[in-house]
Every structure is written in C-alpha cells, then in structure tokens.
C-alpha cells in the first residue's frame, strides 16, 4: 500500500510539474487544461461529499463554475498579472447565476442548501486551487519555482509523515477527526518540511535567505497539514474514507490536493507582502 501510495502521488505531483514547467508560450494550454481536470475533480468530489450528507446540488452548474473561474483566473494572470477585474466579473456572474438558477427550482425548500453546497464548493476547491496561477504568472519572479517549492515542502513532508506514522506512530493526533494520523507523523512531516526548505535554500533559484527558507518550509508544511486535517474532517461528517476511489493507495483528487489548497494563497500573500 506504501509503494502504491508513493507511486501515485509522484505520478500525480510529475504530472503537475511538467504542466507547470511548460506554463509559457503555446504550451501553456497544458497548465490550464491539467488545472482543470485537477480542479473540476476535487469539485465533482467535495459534491459527492455533500451526496452522502443527503445534500443534493446542481452539480453541473458547479462544475461548469469551477471550469469558468479557474480558466478566467489563469487568462487574468497569464495576460494581465496587475489586474484582477476577470477574476471579480466571473465570481460575481457565477454567484448571481446560482441565485437565478435557484429561483426556477421547484423545491424551494432546498435553496439555503443549493447555494450553501455550490458557493462552499467553489470557494474551497476552484478559489483556493486558482492562486497556482497567481503564483506561477506573479510579476517579476519565476513562479515555477515558488510552485515547486510548494510541492517539495507539502508533499515532501506528507510522504515522510505517512513513514514515520505507519512505522512508528503510537499516539493519536486527532482521532475524532483522522484515526491514523499521529503525533508522530505530524513531527516526521514538519521535519520534512523545514528539510525541504533547506533543500530551497541550497540549489533553488527562488533567491530565499537561509532563515527564510526554512520558516517557509515550517510555515507551508503546517498549513498543509491543517489542509489535510481540514479535507479528513470533511470526509468524516460524510461519513466516507475517501472522496472517491479513484487514484489507487491515496483515494480521490481531494486527497491529493487537500493539503495543497490552503498553501497556495499563503504562498501568494507571501509574494505579495515580501517583493
């Protein structure tokens, strides 16, 4: 099961960073197509949640809005990096269009949970997943790298904690929320973390001081971790193991991206607040 776990993940994360890496000129279609697919399955997932909590949705409206904001996020920073006036136009038409949509339904009973299931699944999965775009087109910086260092701090961390856990974890985390994760594993990741900062510092061209580097890695991992906490939660009141079953030894696409979704705007703001 370990090997079947790494073995997806890394397919999974490779497929990411090739797409990342050919995100300018013509090649850039591949980043926007592979950040949908990534996208619009953790939204048709986080909606399969909602199923088994007896909340029934309009799940096409939501993939079709998962489809439009994240491709509107990445023309906006792909063409126009300064000017989020796309992004706003299409979060607003999108909301407005749930509402109108809302009002030809015949139940009207269900529409606090129509809107409520729609707009939680697009912020969680479509907002939070479209700042990879922000991050790989930020001005004035190679945002590959950023994207890279992201994935080495996050993914890095959780391989090492699934080791740590599985081998020599006794004391439990959270278990109301995640049986099999452990004190342990939360230590192996976040020494994974700050590890995967080093690595950052010493041979990655993202121009980070030592101290830096490794608050990076610290800060990223945690709120990782709290991604990954945040997605078992959800998991749990819906009373699934998985979000699907459709990656071998992780489970669903949720489960790849959960501890990535929170990092991206931390990584963002970081950008922002440090340039």
Known sequence: MFLLRIGSALFLVGMLIISVWFCHGPSAIIPLVVGN??????????????????????????AAATVIFVSTVFFDSYFAHDNDGLEYIAAVAIIVGLFILQAFERDSRRAMGNIAGILSGYVYVAWLWSFIFKVMYYPGVDGRWFIFALFLIVKGGDMLAYAVGSSIGTHKLIPR?????TWEGAAGNLAGGILAGLIIWKWFPCSFSLHAALAMGAVLNIVGQVGDLSESMLKRDANLKDASGSIPGIGGMLDVLDSILLTLPVLYFYLVFSR
């Open 37 to 62: 697919l990534f996208a619009l399955g953790g939204t048709l997932e986080y909606y399969r949640m909602l199923d088994a909590k007896g909340m029934k949705v309009f799940k096409f409206y939501g």
């Open 177 to 181: 929320i995640s049986p099999k994760k």
